[in-house]
């Protein structure tokens, strides 16, 4: 899964070099302190993503309104008592969305951004690590991959995590591998290749009482880190523009606007030339 949409990585390049720079490496390695957009002419294109991105996330989540209200799944009319209980857990779930440790605000805000740019967003809902609040984190697509099911829905999902061994230690403690624990005496922050899969029951073991399994697996040193069952997918992955086909997404705002991104770009590197040969020949 991870092979197969090298093209696509490779667009999603492309499009974050003209529209969203800082997020434009799919297919190079960018360091701390690189100069972005070193290679635009003009930031009109960045401008147009940055306000179609902050858009979304000021119409569809605004603070000051509650954007969002639980309701049952059937249209069978609510008794008093259950009305009162779902607006009991309207504002407990608030509540607990917009917690400063969640990270809701700036996962949201993220996922705005890449899903204007490239058509999705790939964002985790889970237990922090103490397991007392809810905590939000946006993914970078490049370490995405996900599959469909039979029904064309996502029912298998899986991350790249490069994580401290300080990090694996605090998670997983005895579960690690020992040469980890000996590496997180000295080095405590050398990364670790990890995966993280999400895939639905019948496709691990079929013994499973949950919808879901979540396995979390060490590839640098060939061992299982964690599998439990869960009940709810971790990952939220909402997807714009679907082709059959694919179970990736697309943009039609940056499908349709770079051709225009680069004309815009080639337009204003011939006008800066031709006047700096007028001014200086």
Same mark, same amino acid.
């Given at each position: 899964?991870?092979?197969?949409?090298?093209?696509?990585?490779?667009?999603?390049?492309?499009?974050?070099?003209?529209?969203?720079?800082?997020?434009?490496? =799919?297919?190079?390695?960018?360091?701390?302190?690189?100069?972005?957009?070193?290679?635009?002419?003009?930031?009109?294109?960045?401008?147009?993503?940055?306000? %179609?991105?902050?858009?979304?996330?000021?119409?569809?989540?605004?603070?000051?309104?509650?954007?969002?209200?639980?309701?049952?799944?059937?249209?069978?009319?609510?008794?008093?008592?259950?009305?009162?209980?779902?607006?009991?857990?309207?504002?407990?779930?608030?509540?607990?969305?917009?917690?400063?440790?969640?990270?809701?605000?700036?996962?949201?805000?993220?996922?705005?951004?890449?899903?204007?740019?490239?058509?999705? $967003?790939?964002?985790?809902?889970?237990?922090?690590?103490?397991?007392?609040? %809810?905590?939000?984190? $946006?993914?970078?697509?490049?370490?995405?991959?996900?599959?469909?099911?039979?029904?064309?829905?996502?029912?298998?999902?899986?991350?790249?995590?490069?994580?401290?061994?300080?990090?694996?230690?605090?998670?997983?403690?005895?579960?690690?591998?020992?040469?980890?624990?000996?590496?997180?005496?000295?080095?405590? =922050?050398?990364?670790?290749?990890? @995966?993280?899969?999400?895939?639905?029951?019948?496709?691990?073991?079929?013994?499973?009482?949950?919808?879901?399994?979540?396995?979390?697996?060490?590839?640098?040193?060939?061992?299982? @880190?964690?599998?439990?069952?869960?009940?709810?997918?971790?990952?939220?992955?909402?997807?714009?523009?679907?082709?059959?086909?694919?179970?990736?997404?697309?943009?039609?705002?940056?499908?349709?606007? %770079?051709?225009?991104?680069?004309?815009?770009?080639?337009?204003?590197?011939?006008?800066?030339?031709?006047?700096?040969?007028?001014?200086?020949?």
């Amino acid at each position: 899964l991870f092979t197969k949409p090298t093209q696509l990585l490779s667009l999603w390049q492309e499009i974050a070099s003209n529209f969203y720079p800082e997020r434009a490496d =799919f297919t190079t390695h960018r360091s701390i302190g690189q100069e972005f957009a070193s290679d635009l002419m003009t930031s009109y294109p960045i401008l147009a993503r940055r306000d %179609l991105g902050n858009t979304l996330g000021t119409m569809l989540r605004p603070t000051a309104k509650e954007w969002f209200h639980i309701r049952t799944e059937k249209e069978a009319p609510e008794d008093i008592e259950g009305r009162r209980w779902l607006e009991w857990a309207e504002v407990v779930m608030r509540r607990a969305m917009y917690d400063r440790v969640t990270q809701f605000v700036r996962a949201s805000k993220e996922g705005d951004h890449d899903f204007a740019a490239f058509g999705q $967003c790939a964002i985790s809902v889970e237990l922090n690590r103490h397991a007392n609040a %809810l905590l939000y984190r $946006c993914w970078h697509l490049r370490d995405m991959a996900w599959a469909e099911n039979e029904e064309g829905k996502i029912g298998q999902v899986y991350r790249k995590w490069k994580p401290t061994v300080r990090d694996l230690v605090r998670l997983f403690g005895d579960h690690v591998h020992p040469e980890v624990k000996s590496i997180a005496a000295k080095d405590p =922050f050398q990364e670790v290749n990890c @995966l993280h899969m999400v895939v639905e029951a019948d496709m691990f073991d079929g013994s499973e009482k949950t919808p879901y399994v979540s396995v979390y697996y060490d590839v640098d040193h060939d061992v299982e @880190l964690e599998v439990v069952g869960i009940y709810h997918p971790i990952y939220v992955i909402p997807r714009w523009q679907t082709v059959s086909g694919s179970q990736y997404a697309y943009s039609p705002s940056t499908v349709a606007a %770079l051709p225009d991104a680069r004309l815009i770009q080639a337009m204003t590197s011939t006008l800066l030339e031709a006047g700096e040969k007028l001014t200086n020949p």
